[in-house]
């Protein structure tokens, strides 16, 4: 099989280097070789191990070229990468992309386009690097009724949690943020990843797949990371939660929960211990029970790795196999549900004046909300000030936002509330 690489970053030096590496390792698993015909860029590539490979800037041209039979797409971005994706498409050639904005804004139309040419477009590099999530609910749970899907699903937001949830650390979100751009764990600009939108990519695919619909990224909840403090981090572990940056996909009756955002997560969970720049999708399904899938989620290997899994599965089945973004039928279509309607217990914090009958006061607001408490902590602080940490029970996020907007009227509560979803 021969492909055009599109894309001379980090994935597309990684794609090259597992192809090249461990060149007799796939021919002897499949019977055929994947040979790099092209590599096709706007800027010349750097890497090494593009060497001797023959190169071009038109990258448009490879949807042209007869000796091309799959491209893959590993530009990034949308306007570029889906011109090129469709042009290779409607020219009879298969396509494997990393790109998860790409698939989560367009993949329905791209997949329709794929199937009307009877070729294929792959997308397991899109989402959360080695982990094979994609083929795990396409096909190992094809079975199964999927209930709910909970992921840590971007390493540089997960990074930065755990760095600042370490005890003692006091550290703040611009610290370690800083050290994660050092690290080349975070980009120059990192607003992707900090703001919530990369997971919510993720999310709205994974989600899409695991319900049989497609989402529509604008239906989705996103909150990021930027307004977590290091005190959320003491408070949690007390209670005993750990602070994780969630992806959560839930059947609730017969809509669908789409939300992307800091969560307390108890400590007994599996994810609680997705630490780093790992990734890890926890899926709950009715015969299956619970399926936890851990490994990298970014970086020239491990997102390589899975480009590489699609080309092999290509060379398998050939361009008329299955294509892994569409089901014969809808099972059933659920409405999602608005972010006001949805329901979770959850954690605040605010600061309050230290006198007494402030808790009573607070509470009877909330209680006048019929929003209940689970638990209630307050810590002394200086110039008479105390912090107050509530998590409630379950409550429709509308009516607790009403009654959040009246304890800030209080005369007594002298900062902004925080509030983080409890998982």
């Known amino acids: ?10 994935v597309g030096s990684g794609v090259a280097e597992i192809l090249q590496g461990n060149r007799a390792l796939i021919e002897a698993r499949t019977g055929s070789s994947i040979d790099i015909e092209i590599l096709a860029s706007r800027s010349q590539p750097k890497a090494e191990v593009f060497a001797g490979l023959t190169f071009t800037s038109d990258v448009l041209s490879v949807c042209g070229d007869e000796n091309i039979d799959v491209v893959v797409e590993l530009m990034g971005g949308i306007t570029d990468a889906k011109r090129l994706v469709e042009d290779a ?3 009879g050639k298969s396509v494997v992309t990393a790109n998860k904005a790409l698939i989560a804004e367009y993949g329905e139309q791209l997949f329709e386009l794929a199937k009307s040419h009877g070729v294929q477009l792959r997308f397991e590099a899109a989402v959360a690097g080695s982990i094979p999530i994609i083929k795990v609910v396409q096909e190992s749970l094809a079975g199964n009724r999927i209930t709910q899907l909970a992921g840590i699903i971007n390493g540089t937001a997960n990074f930065i949690l755990t760095e600042m949830a370490v005890e003692g650390s006091r550290r703040s979100f611009l610290d370690v943020l800083s050290e994660a751009q050092a690290l080349g764990y975070a980009e120059a600009d990192p607003t992707f990843d900090v703001e919530g939108i990369d997971a919510a990519h993720k999310l709205a695919i994974l989600g899409g797949l695991a319900f049989d619909q497609p989402i529509r990224f604008k239906e989705l909840v996103i909150a990021g990371i930027t307004q977590v403090d290091p005190s959320d981090f003491t408070m949690a572990k007390t209670l005993g939660y750990c602070i994780k940056h969630l992806g959560i996909a839930r059947k ?12 307390l997560v108890p400590m007994h969970s ?10 890890g999708v926890l899926i709950e399904s009715d015969a299956a029970g619970e399926t936890l899938c851990t490994g990298p989620g970014a970086g020239a290997g491990p997102t390589g790795s899975a480009v590489v899994s699609d080309l092999i599965d290509l060379v398998r089945e050939g361009a008329n196999g299955t294509s892994l973004g569409r089901r014969v ?5 659920l409405s999602v549900l608005k972010a006001e309607d949805s329901r979770s217990a959850f954690y605040l914090r605010m600061t309050v004046t230290d006198e007494s009958g402030v808790i009573a006061a607070l ?3 909330l209680a006048a909300r019929s929003v209940s408490l ?15 940490v509530l998590i409630t029970d379950q409550i429709r996020q509308g009516e607790l936002d009403a009654a959040i907007e009246e304890l800030l009227a209080h005369k007594a509560v002298v900062s902004d509330i925080q509030k983080l979803r409890v998982y």
């Open 1 to 10: 099989m021969r492909i055009a690489i599109c894309g001379a970053g980090t």
């Open 374 to 388: 689970d638990k209630i902590f307050q810590q002394n602080l200086t110039d008479n000030r105390s912090m107050v």
């Open 270 to 279: 599996p994810l609680a211990s997705v630490d780093g720049v790992r990734n």
């Open 252 to 263: 609730v009756d017969a809509q669908l929960e789409l939300v992307v955002g800091p969560c």
């Open 89 to 91: 498409l409607k020219a």
């Open 363 to 365: 509470t009877a607001i």
């Open 329 to 333: 039928s809808r099972v059933e279509t």
